[in-house]
């Protein structure tokens, strides 16, 4: 298991930015993909952006493509989330997420995601 915690989150007005940070610990980091979800007021969470274990692909899903940009730094345990031009659509609890697997192909299925942090809050106003 691992035990994954988000930062970062806070109000920004439309055409902000801001910058998502989850710090793990307790299983070797860069053996697994990483991705960021979503879950907005009464919808279900949704799929953002994923990136392989030695940060060579990345994966986004169409809303944010050109707008958000997921790194990591496995000599820090971290994964990031920078997110640019934001919407008020945006508004979300952001979660971060370790692949379940070591064998990861870019699904944006949450099922595929065996660990969750718990979420930090963005809110972005018109």
């Known amino acids: 298991q691992v035990q994954l915690v988000e930062s970062g989150g806070g109000l920004v007005q439309a055409g902000g930015s801001l910058r998502l940070s989850c710090a793990a610990s307790?299983?070797?980091?860069?053996?697994?993909?990483m991705g960021w979800f979503r879950q907005a007021p009464g919808k279900e969470r949704e799929f953002v952006a994923a990136i392989s274990r030695n940060g060579g692909s990345a994966y986004y899903t169409d809303s944010v493509k050109g707008r958000f940009t997921i790194s990591r730094d496995n000599a820090k345990n971290r994964v990031y989330l920078q997110m640019n031009s934001l919407k008020p659509e945006d508004t979300a609890v952001y979660y971060c997420?370790?692949?379940?697997?070591?064998?990861?192909?870019?699904?944006?299925?949450?099922?595929?995601?065996?660990?969750w942090g718990q979420g930090t809050q963005v809110t972005v106003s018109s």
């Open positions: 307790g299983r070797t980091f860069s053996s697994y993909a």
């Open positions: 997420a370790a692949a379940r697997y070591l064998f990861y192909s870019g699904s944006s299925s949450d099922a595929d995601f065996g660990s």
